[in-house]
């Protein structure tokens, strides 16, 4: 495994899981934005198809990930990502940066946005902006026991 060389504090490579969170059955967003990281050298993690927050949550602790992306284009949003981010918490997975991607109407980015979601990328966002994103902001957990 080498470090991401464009963060001289990072003594691994960033991890990152993909989720496809509800009954959303629409994933080739998903795999684009999976695939982009992957080619930006960060490992990730695709989940599939119709997870619930709690298989979202084991698969973020079993992965040991830095960073979440929820991928949704249901418009059920409002609805999932509240369980999501309590069950991130209720693993203790707290610290893992969470990031949104899909159709999410601009006038709900702030309440998910006071999730705890740090960004939310809509339709035509060009990946290197979410690369950029993830890889300034995810966090450094090398010192976790």
Do not use: N, W
Not at 6 to 18: E, N, Q
Not at 51 to 75: H, K, N, R, Y
Not at 92 to 106: N, Q, S
């Amino acid at each position: 495994m080498t470090a991401d060389v464009s963060r001289p504090d990072r003594a691994r490579r960033i991890r990152v899981l993909v989720a496809k969170p509800g009954l959303d059955g629409h994933d080739r967003g998903a795999k684009v934005m999976a695939r982009a990281f992957r080619d930006a050298g960060f490992e990730v993690i695709y989940t599939g198809l119709f997870q619930t927050p709690e298989m979202i949550a084991s698969a973020a602790v079993q992965e040991d990930v830095d960073v979440v992306g929820l991928s949704i284009l249901s418009g059920a949003h409002l609805a999932l990502f509240p369980p999501i981010m309590t069950a991130l918490r209720d693993v203790g997975r707290h610290d893992a940066l969470v990031v949104a991607g899909g159709t999410i109407p601009k006038e709900d980015i702030p309440a998910v946005e006071e999730l705890g979601i740090a960004a939310v990328f809509g339709p035509g966002t060009p990946l290197h902006e979410a690369v950029a994103f993830i890889r300034e902001r995810a966090p450094t957990r090398e010192d976790v026991p």
